[in-house]
């Protein structure tokens, strides 16, 4: 049985940093794309940012320079750092794993960026 469990959520200062985190059992993450998403209040959920088996990153315009996916094998962990936050960084953020044709979603993390 897949599960991913986020964790690192947390209410910050615009400018402040976060380092998020899903540890993934049931599947190898680094057998597996790897993605993070969010859903603000409002919004329609976004892809955030992604790593392929290869371990090469891709981001969306809005968090590119300011976020980056790793992965650490030994862990079976995926991260996303986060800098610079912004306001509109608020949200609830997935961790999703694609693995046998079909996507697993964790049940998400809040961050909440305001002064």
């Known amino acids: 049985q897949v599960q991913l469990v986020e964790s690192g959520g947390d209410l910050v200062q615009p400018g402040g940093s976060l380092r998020l985190s899903c540890v993934a059992s049931?599947?190898?993450?680094?057998?597996?794309?790897m993605t993070w998403f969010r859903q603000g209040p409002g919004k329609q959920r976004e892809l955030v940012a992604g790593?392929?088996?290869?371990?090469?990153?891709n981001y969306a315009d809005s968090v590119k320079g300011r976020f980056t996916i790793s992965r650490d094998d030994a862990k079976n962990t995926i991260y996303l750092q986060m800098t610079a936050l912004k306001p509109e960084d608020t949200a609830v953020y997935y961790c999703?794993?694609?693995?046998?044709?079909?996507?697993?979603w964790g049940r998400g993390t809040q961050v909440t960026v305001s002064s």
């Open positions: 049931g599947i190898i993450v680094s057998n597996n794309p």
């Open positions: 999703v794993a694609f693995y046998e044709s079909r996507d697993y």
């Open positions: 790593i392929t088996r290869g371990g090469a990153a």
